[in-house]
């Protein structure tokens, strides 16, 4: 059985920096696509970035293009998120996904980790 765990968010200022990490065991997810989601309260789970198995296909939700960064480690069982010029916008829980396939859409993920909360505010 397969668990994904989050680390890394907290409480930064508008235009400061997180990076999140997502930590895979359990089984082997060297050949699963990695993702981030992020839920705002009173909004749905919404699709942030996307890594393929490879590392070599990335994509972003329009909102964080050009300020956030999606990457696996050398051993592919964990994924980071690098996040610049934070804004308040970007306060949400984020959720580490994993699946047999490249994940674009929250029904692609076949696992999630318990999602870690970021905030962003002055």
């Known amino acids: 059985q397969g668990q994904l765990v989050e680390s890394g968010g907290g409480l930064v200022q508008p235009g400061g920096s997180l990076r999140l990490s997502c930590a895979a065991s359990?089984?082997?997810?060297?050949?699963?696509?990695m993702g981030w989601f992020r839920q705002a309260p009173g909004n749905e789970r919404e699709f942030v970035a996307t890594?393929?198995?490879?590392?070599?296909?990335?994509y972003y939700a329009d909102s964080v293009k050009g300020r956030f960064t999606i990457s696996r480690g050398s051993a592919k069982n964990t994924v980071y998120l690098q996040m610049n010029s934070l804004k308040p916008e970007d306060t949400a829980v984020y959720y580490c996904?994993?699946?047999?396939?490249?994940?674009?859409?929250?029904?692609?993920?076949?696992?999630w980790g318990q999602g870690t909360q970021v905030t962003v505010s002055s």
């Open positions: 359990g089984r082997t997810f060297s050949f699963f696509g």
């Open positions: 996904a994993a699946a047999g396939k490249t994940i674009y859409r929250d029904y692609d993920v076949d696992y």
């Open positions: 890594i393929s198995w490879s590392g070599g296909t990335t």
